[in-house]
């Protein structure tokens, strides 16, 4: 949807240009369109269409109070230029009369509303993202009929009907994207999870399309200049008055659609397009699976379909077993789809997913462990969320935590699945964010209170996925499997095709529970676990007598934020050795004390180390003693057990954040452990750890040396790596670890090679991140990075090439280049799509540029407030995370405490990321100065701890603790 031009300026900077214009490049061979052409001249404009306007769960509990039975049609139009329209038919059982009765409709223009075969103007219940129903338009005890003909616009920002041209061969391709509250983009709805529908779908598109919705078609007919087809619209109630016939028509489709179940309506979808198709046919109880995927990158999925099949297909054996209830819709889709916000959706029989698990090099293992893992994530969904479905949006958990939680589990024990049993160790990895969330100002509980739809987007968070799944696996070790499996038997059968709320969940668990006679208290246990914020940290203490255990007590207190409380947790000990043996202490239950005496360990030898946490069943911070702490730091690589490993490195990592150790300790620890770890899960993790340890936590002036010592570790580990997915990972890793102009003159020369060492081949990824890398580089010449790129991206018009081309522009160090993006990101006419803005915006900010970047420290707080009030929620969360400076200073923390104070109220996302970074702000200080300690402990002040906030010289406060400055 974009178009990318370059031209030479008279400074020799590279200017980029970017303009959409959907009406030049969307023209098709069609003549007319569904409806009369005098419905331009007819449409009722929303004066507020280009605002936002929110449902309140009290307007939700309001509505669904008068809403009985009720089934949607609607006629949907692709054949016009850069707008589509439609006709809805509404036909609701209304069981009580209500003044405040609306539908949800972000529409550009009506131009047709009847109301029980009563017409109606539509300028008199059109408007502010709603159609009114007067009362004296609600038949009570009866099925009403509400009828509307509309036009609207293609999103740009993937919410609601988005529009994408494939600049390969301007093809274009349209989907939906509904949840949380964007199906009355695209039609008139009850837009809320617990008034459940069927839905008719019927689509007019250009012939050589592909049209995808929940069900398989019914009728597929071609459309004659006379339009006859349009009589078979008469079968399905549609009134010939509202759609007129079309005229002129050439190449164009009529497709019917079986109508759905009953789902909500964030799970209806349309995919249109010319998508190619793979297909797998039924198969005993498996129903037939689709795969569609653009033209352009067919060729790279094919070599991945069989497992795509073979994964869905072990999945929707082990679920249906486990759940005790056979996959509920009659199809499968799934389809890549361009310009995806998230991941995937999961859309009743036609899950979306984001092109960016479409691999164009030799995947790792952990791409295809993360590959598999949402496709079983969204295959969940189909029991836990579409035949099942919550309520209201403050309990999105009981969607979200369970299909993050169970998506593991399948991965672990399905038959057929084994190449993914390394599933907890991604598990494992994926709690930072949680952990990270929880200790914020901004946590709140797992079943959170949602007051309106604005704050249901921001619960789409680590708190609500990483942290609820962590707290079910807990809850899962807590009551056992089969008791947690016959709960989840009886909670399917009795709620089909309805919606739930948390204590009907917990019911069938506390059922489960009574029938194997387990005495657990699940009410308290939610009241400690789901409506209450915050984690808890555990640490052993213990004393040692002639070579024995005589007391052994863990230690819980409050991490910062959240409500301070202590909880249970049940929990696996592990001891070691001086040899680093492991010796496992298991069902450890933890009590709501301040300390739990632990009567398992008494006796035992005195112990070279123990950690507190194997195998990751508790959600907690896991503290390391003293001596366990040294023994870990120099013999890391000799526990046995990989996930120990990756939980003994997490503990590190909590200590760095929270200031207890300086960020260098942690990369003093790999440095001794990487070049003999074996397992390319704690590899590929302990990279990413380092790299934001070194960008993040380290002071400006120790960054390039700390980088240059693992770029010559990697160098050397490369050297002797046999294993080839190990391989791609340190290769991966050492261009990423290259911060010097004279590192980058040495990845230069492996892209004229095309290869860095023997049996280093480069792929496209890695020749891509070098060119990023040189961009960046202040000494390499202009000209020698044009021609590199140029020479990269010769012949391929692909989207990714050209949003890897916007990044490396926007990493040039050049003050006028800056300056011409900087317009670009701030100008609220500009029309380039999120996807476009964020990939030039992620080039954008680099450390190494400080004093080209300063200028836009000032610049951002300036700005930030407009963009927040101005441009689109996802567009404005990409400027903050991209462009937002992060810096550790003391001055940039105030800026961000002023913009807090301004910021107001109803921007809760960016609220939420300002609040974050005020909390990241005083941890980087404090880190800094750990650092800088570490590395001149005798000529830098040291930053303390204390409990006492009347001491003198207070200094940054961290969630409650406070930091004092006094002199070594």
Same mark, same amino acid.
């Given at each position: ?53 929110? #449902?309140? !769960? ?144 019927i689509t007019i598109s250009p012939s050589n399309w592909v049209v995808i919705g929940n069900e398989y078609e019914e009728i597929n007919e071609p459309l004659d200049k006379e339009g006859k087809a349009f009589g078979l619209l008469a079968k399905f109630g549609v009134d010939e008055n509202a759609v007129k016939k079309l005229d002129k028509v050439e190449n164009a489709q009529l497709r019917v659609f079986q109508e759905t179940k009953v789902i909500s309506t964030y799970l209806y979808v349309i995919v249109a397009g010319p998508y190619d198709m793979f297909r797998k046919e039924a198969e005993g109880k498996i129903p037939p699976m689709r795969i569609f995927v653009r033209k352009s990158l ?35 889709? !799934? ?9 995937? =959706? ?92 929880? !200790? ?37 070790? #807590? ?58 940290? #555990? ?28 909880? =249970? ?73 990989? #996930?120990?490993? *990756? ?20 990369l003093e620890i790999l440095k001794i452990a990487l070049p003999f770890e074996q397992d390319s899960d704690i590899l590929s993790s302990s990279y990413t750890f380092a790299h934001a340890a070194i960008s993040s936590y380290l002071p400006l002036e120790f960054r390039e040396k700390e980088g240059e010592e693992f770029f010559n570790m990697t160098l050397k580990m490369m050297e002797k790596e046999k294993n080839e997915n190990a391989k791609k990972i340190l290769l991966e890793n050492a261009i990423l670890f290259t911060f010097s102009h004279k590192n980058r003159m040495i990845l230069a020369g492996w892209l004229s090679k095309g290869e860095a060492l023997p049996g280093y081949q480069l *792929? ?17 010449? !202009? ?57 030039? =915006? ?19 707080f300036e700005v930030i407030l407009d963009v927040c009030k101005k441009r689109p929620t996802h567009f404005s969360g990409y400027f903050f995370r991209c462009l937002a400076p992060t810096l550790a200073d003391p001055t940039l923390l105030k800026k961000y405490e002023e913009l807090l104070k301004i910021l107001p109220p109803e921007i809760k996302a960016r609220r939420t990321n300002v609040e974050g970074e005020i909390e990241d702000q005083k941890r980087l200080i404090r880190s800094y100065e750990l650092c800088r300690l570490a590395y001149a402990p005798k000529k830098q002040s040291c930053l303390l701890y204390t409990s006492d906030a009347a001491d003198e010289g207070l200094g940054v ?12």
């Amino acid at each position: 949807v974009f178009f990318f031009f370059f031209f030479q300026a008279e400074d020799g900077i590279r200017d980029p240009l970017w303009s959409r214009g959907l009406g030049d490049v969307y023209k098709r061979q069609v003549h007319g369109d569904l409806f009369d052409q005098r419905l331009m001249s007819n449409l009722v404009l929303d004066p507020d269409y280009k605002g936002r306007v929110e #449902l309140t !769960q009290q307007e939700a509990e309001e509505r669904k109070l008068c809403i009985g039975k009720m089934n949607y049609t609607v006629v949907v139009s692709l054949l016009s230029s850069d707008t589509f329209s439609g006709y809805a038919k509404i036909q609701a059982e209304i069981i009580k009369t209500s003044p405040n009765l609306f539908l949800d409709f972000h529409c550009k223009g009506v131009s047709s509303v009847i109301y029980n075969g009563v017409v109606i103007d539509p300028a008199t219940v059109f408007g502010h993202h709603r159609v009114k129903i007067p009362i004296q338009n609600q038949l009570l005890g009866k099925v009403n009929t509400y009828e509307i003909v509309f036009v609207n616009d293609y999103a740009i920002n993937g919410q609601g009907l988005h529009h994408f041209k494939d600049p390969v061969d301007n093809e274009h391709y349209l989907y939906t994207q509904f949840e949380s509250f964007f199906a009355h983009k695209v039609f008139p709805c009850f837009d809320q999870p617990n008034i459940k529908s069927t839905l008719r779908l019927i689509t007019i598109s250009p012939s050589n399309w592909v049209v995808i919705g929940n069900e398989y078609e019914e009728i597929n007919e071609p459309l004659d200049k006379e339009g006859k087809a349009f009589g078979l619209l008469a079968k399905f109630g549609v009134d010939e008055n509202a759609v007129k016939k079309l005229d002129k028509v050439e190449n164009a489709q009529l497709r019917v659609f079986q109508e759905t179940k009953v789902i909500s309506t964030y799970l209806y979808v349309i995919v249109a397009g010319p998508y190619d198709m793979f297909r797998k046919e039924a198969e005993g109880k498996i129903p037939p699976m689709r795969i569609f995927v653009r033209k352009s990158l067919k060729k790279f999925v094919e070599k991945d379909v069989e497992e795509f099949f073979h994964i869905t297909k072990m999945g929707i054996e082990f679920y249906s077993q486990y759940f005790g209830y056979p996959f509920p819709f009659s199809k499968y889709d !799934q389809i890549y789809v361009p310009e995806f916000n998230w991941g995937a =959706m999961e859309n009743a029989g036609a899950v979306t997913y984001t092109e960016n698990i479409v691999f164009k090099d030799a995947a790792t293992d952990q791409q295809y462990m993360r590959f598999a893992n949402v496709i079983l994530h969204e295959l969940s969904h189909h029991w836990f969320g579409d035949l099942v479905t919550m309520k209201w949006w403050n309990n999105l958990w009981l969607n979200e935590s369970f299909a993050t939680f169970i998506s593991h589990l399948c991965q672990i024990k399905s038959p057929g699945l084994e190449k993914y049993r390394a599933a907890w160790k991604y598990f494992c990895l994926m709690k930072d964010r949680a952990y990270r969330e929880d !200790q914020l100002p901004t946590t709140h509980p797992i079943a959170a209170k949602v007051a309106n739809t604005e704050e249901a987007e921001n619960i789409f968070d680590g708190i609500t996925y990483q942290k609820g799944s962590s707290v079910l696996k807990q809850l899962f070790y #807590l009551i056992g499997e089969e008791v947690f499996g016959d709960g989840l038997k009886e909670y399917f059968p009795k709620y089909q095709w309805s919606n739930t709320e948390l204590d009907d969940f917990i019911g069938c668990m506390q059922n489960s529970l009574i029938k194997h006679k387990v005495e657990i208290d699940l009410k308290h246990w939610v009241s400690i676990w789901l409506q209450k914020a915050g984690t808890n940290e #555990l640490q052993p203490e213990f004393k040692v007598k002639d070579g024995k255990i005589t007391e052994f007590n863990i230690v819980q207190t409050c991490a910062p934020h959240g409500e301070k409380i202590n909880r =249970m947790h049940r929990l696996v000990i592990g001891i070691y050795d001086k040899d680093f043996h492991e010796k496992l202490i298991e069902n450890v239950l933890v009590l709501e004390q301040d300390k739990t005496p632990v009567s398992q360990m008494i006796g035992l030898d005195e112990p070279t180390a123990i950690f507190l946490n194997i195998h990751d069943y508790a959600y907690a911070k896991i503290r390391l003693d003293e001596k366990s702490f040294a023994a870990f730091a120099k013999g890391l690589q000799n526990v046995p057990n990989s #996930l120990s490993r *990756q939980m003994i490195l997490r503990s590190v990592w909590d200590m760095v954040r929270d200031g207890i150790e300086p960020a260098t300790k942690y990369l003093e620890i790999l440095k001794i452990a990487l070049p003999f770890e074996q397992d390319s899960d704690i590899l590929s993790s302990s990279y990413t750890f380092a790299h934001a340890a070194i960008s993040s936590y380290l002071p400006l002036e120790f960054r390039e040396k700390e980088g240059e010592e693992f770029f010559n570790m990697t160098l050397k580990m490369m050297e002797k790596e046999k294993n080839e997915n190990a391989k791609k990972i340190l290769l991966e890793n050492a261009i990423l670890f290259t911060f010097s102009h004279k590192n980058r003159m040495i990845l230069a020369g492996w892209l004229s090679k095309g290869e860095a060492l023997p049996g280093y081949q480069l *792929q496209r990824r890695d020749r891509h991140a070098i060119i990023k890398n040189l961009f960046k580089d202040r000494e390499m010449k !202009q000209e020698e990075k044009d021609n590199l790129l140029e020479k990269e991206i010769a012949g391929d018009k692909s989207d990714d090439t050209l949003k890897f081309k916007l990044t490396c522009i926007a990493g040039l160090p050049s003050i006028e280049n800056k300056e011409k993006l900087w317009k670009w990101y701030t100008d609220e006419h500009a029309t380039d799509s999120d996807k476009i803005f964020e990939a030039s =915006m992620m080039g954008f900010w680099q450390w190494e540029q400080l004093d080209i970047m300063k200028v836009y420290v000032d610049k951002f707080f300036e700005v930030i407030l407009d963009v927040c009030k101005k441009r689109p929620t996802h567009f404005s969360g990409y400027f903050f995370r991209c462009l937002a400076p992060t810096l550790a200073d003391p001055t940039l923390l105030k800026k961000y405490e002023e913009l807090l104070k301004i910021l107001p109220p109803e921007i809760k996302a960016r609220r939420t990321n300002v609040e974050g970074e005020i909390e990241d702000q005083k941890r980087l200080i404090r880190s800094y100065e750990l650092c800088r300690l570490a590395y001149a402990p005798k000529k830098q002040s040291c930053l303390l701890y204390t409990s006492d906030a009347a001491d003198e010289g207070l200094g940054v406060d961290l969630g409650g603790r406070r930091i004092i400055k006094k002199k070594k």
